[in-house]
């Protein structure tokens, strides 16, 4: 018998090659199933089902076992507040979890099960205390409302050893200033939607080649 994946690692590889995880956040259990399609189709290799989407965890279900064989792509689950919410995303099979909060209790769950593990964090006290608890990145959120890249530059100044996620809802075309201030990876959502398919393939491509850093 073979040796189990270590998928924690594996997801960890693709956050490092692919750096935006596609964030599914909608009223609409249709339009999110949409989405999540479109993020899978074009390349982007973890997809972020949030709690607050009608039937995340049938989402999930669902994108798993379309999945023709193990990640990549990963499908993990967002907004995971709380030790309830931990345990049905992984009872859903999510391989990786992210919470908006800094949450010891979704800590845990998430080591038990060997998800990979993104707490969210904003304050220089609160990200020591994201990685201390085992977050593999510490989602920094909401970065626009507090200034943006110049306020993640200035965090990373005394905390440049913990690697951050950007967060909080910004431009495709704001990707390279929060790379340069310090982003190892992106959260984003609706903003990789162009007003059609070839729409959305050009702009989760031009998307990729700024997280990588191979445009500007």
């Keep these: 018998m ?21 964030v599914v956040r909608t009223s609409s259990s249709g339009e999110a199933r ?5 993020f899978l189709a074009n390349g982007i290799e973890l997809i972020e089902v949030t709690f607050s989407v009608p039937g995340a965890l049938d989402l999930v279900g669902e994108l798993l076992a379309g999945r023709p064989e193990a990640g ?3 499908v993990g689950m967002g907004t995971v507040t709380d030790l309830s919410r931990a345990e049905a995303a992984v009872e859903s099979g999510a391989e990786f979890l992210v919470s908006p909060n800094v949450s010891s209790v979704v800590s845990a769950v998430a080591r038990r099960a060997g998800a990979y593990l993104v707490l969210g964090a904003l304050t220089c006290t609160e990200i020591v205390e994201a990685r201390d608890l085992g977050a593999d990145i510490v989602k920094v ?12 530059a200035a965090i990373r100044g005394p905390l440049d050893d913990i690697p951050m996620l950007a967060a909080g809802g910004f431009s495709v075309e704001e990707i390279p ?9 992106f959260g984003i959502g609706t903003p ?9 393939q050009q702009t989760i491509a031009r998307a990729l080649r700024l997280a ?3 445009e500007s």
């Design 2 to 22: 073979s040796e189990p994946r270590d998928t924690r690692a594996l997801v960890a590889r693709s956050l490092a090659e692919t750096p935006i995880v596609g």
């Design 34 to 38: 949409r989405q999540a399609e479109l």
């Design 72 to 74: 990549p792509p990963w």
């Design 141 to 152: 959120y909401p970065l626009p409302p507090v200034g943006g890249a110049a306020y993640l």
């Design 177 to 185: 200033a929060y790379r340069a201030a310090g982003a190892s990876a």
């Design 192 to 200: 990789l939607l162009g007003n059609d398919e070839q729409g959305t």
């Design 212 to 214: 990588r850093g191979q």
